[in-house]
């Protein structure tokens, strides 16, 4: 009854508002209407095979040592299965950090027309500057992109040594850097939006401020970027060089900050940075430029920081798009945070948004600990009271490369998110394929993605079939329908386990495509506001989104039973969108089904 006095009335209950005033925040338009994909570089597709890192590219960096015959790893192989040059004493582990396979600008630049035939309207790239790593989250420029990106890495390194990296004026564009550019311009040719990482909290230790000090020590000019405890004693045998690092990692100087952020310096040196990506031509037109941020370990930056880092890029482009990567507020105890002090329009635009990732999975994808349908409702519901009309823009994502990704999620139920979740932290982790039931709940999360408030992100593989544990086992090569893999049969521990194909999944995709499809056709999916409805099915989702009086209902069997649905006089001979078929009066809801119907 209560459900049929909601159809006949139309009264949709807006959910509460963010207690700030909405006119004071100003949002891209564009991203609300965004389709994310998450690209980790080199690990996405080698477009060209010249720039392949060699020894050389990983010097500096992590673990400081390269194997004996160390090569370029086969993009195809089984992943966990050590190569030849790999059999050392050390395990799966310690290799997956030495491994490169190659993924560079080009690679991302050919499958451009296979990212705009899935849907996608916006990139977010994992950082691209140079750096010694796999991640590149380990600076050694902020103001080239990596030389193994680029077509001549050779070339790239003799620019470097002509420039004063401190002075603006001395810097030049590597063949990377031009690439880059390149891919900016085809991107938006296709109507697709590019933003990058920002990791303006910490360096690499190969950085070129950092390098400065460990040459020069007290003598450097830059010695007062970086928190140093102790300069070495020239008079000593042993380095007394001691300095501050990200969690205490020697490999990720932290840039030092005073009450107002990051140290004068190294913040005009970041304002410089933006200027570059943001606008390379220096001609007031930021059309050639990057279309956003998206700032790496957000919270331990200073708020005042990200104060003028906002007024700095807003400058140069009204409409770029800001989002931080705010989670945890207390990681051992499985608490995440709530963003919404870096969402009062002065900072960022929009979050990460793992508030979502974990309302999906403790409500689709847990089986003994499963939460109620109340209590998922509660969640999303509480995501709005915090973020008010950011809601609308920030980051809707299943998975990402600090975390399980979400096939895997859905092999390994029942445990908190992102913690113990590779066959290193937790023995017990399944390393398998999904069956046919689990790619049915893969599925239904993401087409609860798909109709809920907030931008959609995909990470790059999932909509092909990839699964994988917590990093590095989440940063797999790509797997392309164009490549024949070996199938996944090893254990990283030796264990016996199920042997897996590893293909392209098409029926997999083509469910992602149409499900991205269907939200960028209706414009009631991507900004309307969301009602729930009540009934008596505790495995029935029922909401309503409404956009301008028009109005889309959908129905989530959250169970292993078909659902059987009297529509209400109201929705009889409403359009069902996924199969584009008018619906009589009542349906059958497929066991972990989803109908989608337009009034």
């Not at 943001?278 to 790496?296: A, F, V, Y």
């Amino acid at each position: 009854m209560k459900r049929k006095i909601f159809y006949i009335a139309l009264i949709l209950i807006v959910l509460n508002s963010n207690i700030l005033s909405q006119e004071e925040i100003t949002i891209p338009d564009w991203a609300k209407d965004a389709i994310w994909y998450q690209i980790f570089p080199e690990r996405f597709n080698n477009g060209d095979k010249n720039n392949d890192p060699t020894p050389k590219d990983l010097e500096g960096g992590w673990p400081h040592f390269i194997p004996k015959g160390w090569q370029i790893h086969p993009w195809n192989s089984d992943w966990y299965k050590l190569q030849p040059w790999e059999e050392n004493e050390h395990d799966f582990y310690w290799n997956a950090g030495v491994r490169r396979y190659g993924g560079d600008l080009q690679g991302i630049i050919s499958k451009l027309d296979y990212l705009q035939n899935l849907g996608i309207t916006a990139i977010y790239l994992n950082p691209v500057f140079e750096s010694p790593s796999l991640h590149k989250y380990d600076a050694t420029f902020y103001h080239h992109i990596d030389n193994n990106f680029g077509p001549n890495p050779e070339k790239d390194r003799e620019i470097w040594t002509e420039e004063n990296p401190s002075n603006p004026e001395t810097w030049q564009w590597t063949t990377a850097d031009s690439l880059f550019l390149t891919l900016l311009k085809e991107a938006h040719k296709r109507n697709i939006k590019v933003i990058i990482d920002g990791v303006f909290n910490h360096v690499g230790n190969t950085f070129w401020a950092f390098k400065d000090i460990v040459k020069n020590q007290e003598e450097s000019k830059y010695k007062n970027w970086f928190t140093i405890h102790s300069f070495d004693n020239p008079q000593t045998d042993s380095n007394e060089f001691n300095y501050s690092g990200w969690y205490g990692v020697k490999e990720l100087p932290e840039i030092k900050e005073d009450s107002n952020g990051l140290i004068n310096d190294a913040a005009e040196h970041v304002h410089h940075i933006l200027k570059r990506w943001m606008d390379p031509n220096n001609d007031g037109n930021p059309e050639d430029g990057i279309d956003g941020w998206r700032l790496d370990v957000a919270e331990m930056v200073n708020h005042k920081f990200w104060k003028k880092f906002r007024k700095w890029v807003k400058e140069i482009n009204p409409n770029a798009y800001i989002t931080g990567e705010i989670w945890w507020k207390d990681w051992n105890n499985n608490v995440m945070m709530n963003a919404s002090p870096w969402l009062r329009g002065d900072q960022f635009d929009a979050v990460m948004n793992y508030r979502f990732t974990r309302a999906i999975k403790n409500f689709i994808i847990d089986r003994k600990n499963k939460i109620s349908k109340v209590a998922f409702i509660d969640s999303i519901k509480s995501i709005k009271k915090d973020y008010g009309e950011n809601t609308y823009v920030v980051m809707n994502l299943l998975g990402s490369h600090d975390t399980e990704r979400l096939a895997s999620l859905i092999v390994n139920p029942d445990h908190w998110y992102d913690h113990n979740a590779n066959p290193q932290q937790r023995a017990t982790f399944d390393v398998r394929k999904p069956n046919e039931k689990e790619r049915e709940i893969q599925k239904l999360a993401v087409a609860l993605q798909m109709t809920m408030p907030g931008a959609p992100m995909i990470y790059y593989g999932d909509e092909a079939g990839m699964w994988g544990g917590d990093d590095p086992d989440c940063r797999k090569p790509m797997v392309w329908s164009e490549v024949k893999y070996e199938d996944e049969k090893t254990h990283p521990f030796g264990k016996k386990r199920e042997i897996n194909k590893v293909k392209f999944d098409s029926s997999l995709f083509n469910w992602y495509q149409k499900h991205i499809k269907l939200r960028n056709e209706n414009i009631e999916l991507r900004r309307g506001s969301i009602n729930f409805i009540e009934n008596d099915n505790e495995n029935l989702l029922e909401f309503v989104k409404e956009y301008n009086n028009s109005k889309i209902v959908v129905l989530i069997n959250n169970s292993d039973n078909v659902i059987t649905y009297k529509l209400p006089n109201e929705l009889v001979d409403s359009l069902e969108l996924l199969s584009n078929e008018n619906v009589k009066e009542e349906i059958n809801i497929k066991p972990l089904g989803v109908i989608v119907l337009k009034l």
